[in-house]
């Protein structure tokens, strides 16, 4: 009978951790409603930030406490899209005062988003493979298209 609860015990304490694999969109896609997310022990909003996923050491979900903890190989530096230098991407006439209209979309990744997300959005270095921007003059209709290293 001792054999039962502590098997039990162990079942239901054993599976409240668990560690993942780095796939942003399914992460964002499974826990981003109900769950906290840590980096390296901070606490950050998911769904704005962009890692390299070569630099991810692991990623442990609790489910008990509802947080995702995120523990990084190395400390590297997050930037800010606004604060980023996007001349390595596109010609030294942009400026991201250009993206504030009624007809601007972001797109990243293949996902479109809202052009205010860009004060919210921060990237790890060596993240954004290509940035191109779209500019119709005619119909006021400009686009910010953003792909990581993760596509």
């Known amino acids: 009978m001792k054999y039962i609860y502590i098997l039990l015990l162990t079942i239901c304490f054993g599976c409240s951790t668990k ?24 606490e950050i909003v ?12 692991r990623i442990i979900v609790d489910k008990k406490s509802k947080t995702v903890n995120i523990h990084q190989k190395y400390k590297s530096n997050l ?9 390595r991407f596109i010609n030294e006439f942009f400026e991201l005062n250009d993206l504030n209209c009624q007809n601007c979309f972001l797109v990243i990744d293949g996902f479109p988003s809202s052009v205010n997300r ?9 993240t954004i493979k290509n940035i191109v921007h779209l500019k119709e003059t005619n119909l006021d209709k400009t686009a910010l298209i953003i792909t990581t290293n993760d596509m």
């Not at 826990?31 to 840590?38: E, G, I, L, P, V």
């Open 46 to 57: 998911f769904k704005n930030f962009f890692l390299n996923k070569n630099n991810i050491n």
């Open 79 to 87: 930037y800010k899209l606004n604060e980023y230098n996007l001349n």
């Open 19 to 42: 560690n993942i694999n780095y796939d942003r969109n399914k992460i964002i896609e499974k826990y981003n409603t109900d769950y906290k997310f840590f980096l390296n022990d901070e």
């Open 118 to 126: 860009i004060t919210e959005l921060s990237f790890e270095e060596n």
